[in-house]
């Protein structure tokens, strides 16, 4: 799925920073599939796709030679910050795999994107309705990607959906969604954590 542009207001920052709290109080479903998202997972692409959740809960992930270095060390430390705590067996890989039964859950890699995206994701190797094998995301070559960009990618790829997607339909940007706003956001968040260990 993509994500729009960074705004760049500094209101709307310092109200991500000040309002989680608040908005944890909240509960919503925003875990694929939910009341307002639900196509069924199929093989995709780049132009024509979307994300459903991953098979499994031991998440292996391999950063393609196209991301910088830069950006590798920023997915990394997302995964750790983000994705490990949760009950997700994250592990990052030395290659990937891309046939068989056993493929890599994520595969990051950089490229041409619409100048409107920061980040792509969609599912490639569809094993049932709603869950799939192998997952892509694709980072804009033309934006250096944050923590925040990496979380939300990858939140796609485990099933997170965005705010106006949940159920109840939320706003893009309320904070209780964490990173899956459409702004920079530096936390996963409550909700999304219960979600991702709920479904594995």
């Not at 608040?22 to 939910?34: E, G």
């Not at 939300?152 to 790829?157: D, K, L, P, Q, R």
């Not at 997170?160 to 706003?181: E, F, K, Q, W, Y």
Request: proline share 4%.
């Amino acid at each position: 799925m993509p994500r729009s542009h960074r705004i760049v207001v500094a209101f709307a920052a310092a109200a991500v920073m000040l309002a989680p709290i608040a908005a944890q109080a909240q509960s919503i479903d925003n875990m694929y599939p939910t009341g307002n998202y639900h196509p069924s997972c199929y093989d995709g692409s780049l132009s024509h796709g979307h994300f459903c959740q991953t098979d499994n809960a031991d998440l292996t992930v391999y950063m393609q030679g196209s991301l910088s270095a830069a950006a590798k060390s920023t997915v990394k430390s997302a995964l750790s910050s983000y994705y490990s705590p949760t009950d997700l067996a994250v592990s990052v890989k030395s290659s990937g795999v891309y046939t068989g039964s056993s493929e890599t859950d994520i595969i990051y890699q950089s490229g041409t994107l619409s100048d409107a995206y920061i980040g792509m994701t969609w599912c490639d190797d569809a094993v049932t309705g709603t869950k799939c094998d192998q997952h892509y995301i694709r980072f804009n070559k033309d934006y250096g990607i944050n923590k925040s960009d990496a979380c939300h990618e990858t939140g796609h790829a485990v099933g997170l959906t965005h705010g106006d997607d949940a159920s109840p339909r939320v706003s893009p940007n309320n904070t209780i969604v964490g990173c899956m706003t459409e702004i920079d956001t530096y936390y996963l968040g409550a909700n999304n954590r219960a979600e991702i260990n709920a479904t594995y």
